[in-house]
């Protein structure tokens, strides 16, 4: 999951975070999540999406 979001892979990044999360590597996966969130969140154009994003990665981060 860092690998996938230190290649800008953000979506993917995000999708194995899940897992991670699954697994039980919780603070781990809700912090590559979140960076996940924001970074793509300043790729959307639509303010919707990048509002959402951001609320997504804001309440990943109160849970760490």
Known sequence: AQSALDNRNYRWAMRLADCLEVLGNNTNARIIKSR?????????ISANGRNYLFSCAQELEREY
Do not use: I, Y
């Open 36 to 44: 996940a969130c924001r970074a793509l969140a300043m790729e959307q």
